[in-house]
């Protein structure tokens, strides 16, 4: 290992993200190696990468358990314990970084949550619940795997893991310095995501109101974490009429979006539309099992034309 670089191996899901790529990249050149776990991409993604010094690892979804980041977890050769798993849209700023190299010589400490910055259209939305945004991210990669929130059989969901969260026995820290989430794609790439998000969504609020076994996840504590405390209130709030009107409400103005200016208006607008999306694709999971409308199970023969009786067409 060179002894500029720290003991950390950086994790980097991707798919056709050469927008973001090389400003993440740079951000994370302090780590000793950089995967980036790639799904065929179709633009310039492996260029970069490699031309960064990443290794490229191809992931090829079978539809099934792991996604994306469990299997790198399980099957890359990372050299060092500690794992940080980075977004294409993410980047550690040296600050970061120099909290980090402390932070891993701390034997109390299994793991640590960061906080993010989210920035949209030009701004970070600092108000409207984006902020704080804890993700635990920086752990011992032996020790910590992502929950299994049972989605992955609902289609167009994407290949990799997303909101859920790393299950990680121990200890777990928080880091002060945050981490940024700046896209460089346009909004024709956020809404694209967030349709995909919001099947995820739908599945999870499905698997709440019917009472899935919830082994083998962070689960739902009022008394938990931020995260554990989130899981909870989401309990509560799937079975709220209104939620659409309810979200834009609470993220404009019980929790001061407009603070944001027009980003903050825009933003509580779209997630409104996204909570509106999401509702009517549990409304399609729970009558159409997932499809807008129902085929019959046996087509009926098409109806054959009737004949009329010889005494009605003058026939002898």
């Known amino acids: ?37 790639d799904s065929q991409s179709s633009d310039r993604s492996i260029e970069i990468s ?42 550690i700023t ?18 640590y949550y960061l906080n993010r910055k989210v920035f949209f259209l030009g ?5 409207g619940g984006r902020y704080p945004d804890w993700n635990l991210r920086l752990f011992k990669h032996k020790n910590g795997r992502y929950e299994n929130l049972g989605t992955e059989e609902i289609r167009n969901t994407g290949d990799n893991e997303v909101h ?30 967030h349709n995909r998000y919001s099947n995820w969504e739908a599945r999870v609020y499905l698997n709440i109101l019917t009472g899935k076994d919830e082994s083998g996840t962070i689960g739902a504590n009022l008394f938990g974490d931020a995260v554990q405390r989130k899981r909870f209130l989401k309990k509560v709030w799937v079975r709220l009429p209104f939620k659409p009107l309810i979200r834009f409400i609470l993220i404009y103005f019980i929790q001061l979006g407009f603070l944001d200016g027009k980003p903050g208006y825009i933003y509580a607008r779209l997630m409104s539309q996204y909570e509106y999306q999401i509702g009517i ?34 026939s002898v």
Not at 79 to 90: P, Q
Not at 100 to 108: F, K, S
Not at 177 to 192: A, G, K, S, T
Not at 283 to 311: C, H, I, R, W
Request: charged share 25%; with cysteine.
């Open 1 to 37: 290992m060179n002894a500029s670089k720290l003991p950390v191996s950086v994790l980097i899901p991707a798919k056709n993200e050469q927008a973001n790529l090389p400003a993440c990249l740079e951000s994370v050149a302090r780590a000793d190696e950089v995967f980036v776990v």
């Open 50 to 91: 490699e031309s960064y010094g990443a290794n490229v690892v191809q992931f090829h979804f079978n539809g099934r358990w792991p996604k994306k980041k469990n299997w790198a977890l399980d099957n890359l050769p990372f050299r060092n314990d500690w794992v940080l798993i980075v977004d294409c849209d993410e980047r």
């Open 94 to 111: 040296p600050e970061l970084w120099d909290e980090i190299a402390t932070a891993i010589q701390n034997p109390e400490y299994e793991g």
């Open 123 to 127: 701004k970070w939305i600092q108000h």
């Open 164 to 193: 859920e969260h790393v299950v990680l026995p121990g200890s777990v820290g928080y880091l002060k310095n945050d981490m940024l989430h700046i896209d460089f794609r346009d909004v024709f790439h956020w809404l694209e995501r």
């Open 281 to 314: 694709k549990l409304y399609e999971l729970m009558q159409f099992g997932g499809q807008l409308n129902v085929a019959a199970t046996t087509p009926k023969a098409p109806p054959q034309p009737v004949k009329e009786p010889d005494s009605l067409t003058g």
